[in-house]
Nanobody, 114 residues
Framework: QVQVVESGGDLVQPGGSLRLSCAASGSMIRQYAMGWYRQAPGKERELVAVIGYGESTMYVDSVKGRFTISRDYTENTVDLQMNSLKPEDTAVYYC????????WGQGTQVTVSS
């Protein structure tokens, strides 16, 4: 059962910004650490950012200082603010709990290209 819906992906030039949003069930948002993952063509899906208990955050080295994950318990959303985007950030972005549970959403496409 899919519990998340991702949105916000777009085509953006290098150096640009995007804000992704994940609408999830309230129980999922409240109970679990949440993560944003991405899958580039020909590559495995990777975890890029996690927001855990006490709102602690963790980022993969390649996005540190550029991406920020946040969670809104009122709106039941998990957002990913992405700044200084690079072509290597091009991927389909997904959200799920961390570790992942249940079915994956459809993801949202981010393309960074001039």
């Amino acid at each position: 059962q899919v519990q998340v819906v991702e949105s916000g992906g777009d085509l953006v030039q290098p150096g640009g910004s995007l804000r992704l949003s994940c609408a999830a069930s309230g129980s999922m948002i409240r109970q679990y650490a949440m993560g944003w993952y991405r899958q580039a063509p020909g590559k495995e899906r990777e975890l890029v950012a996690v927001i855990g208990y006490g709102e602690s955050t963790m980022y993969v080295d390649s996005v540190k200082g550029r991406f920020t994950i946040s969670r809104d318990y009122t709106e039941n959303t998990v957002d990913l603010q992405m700044n200084s985007l690079k072509p290597e950030d091009t991927a389909v972005y997904y959200c799920n709990s961390s570790p992942p549970r249940g079915a994956w959403g459809q993801g949202t496409q981010v393309t960074v290209s001039s």
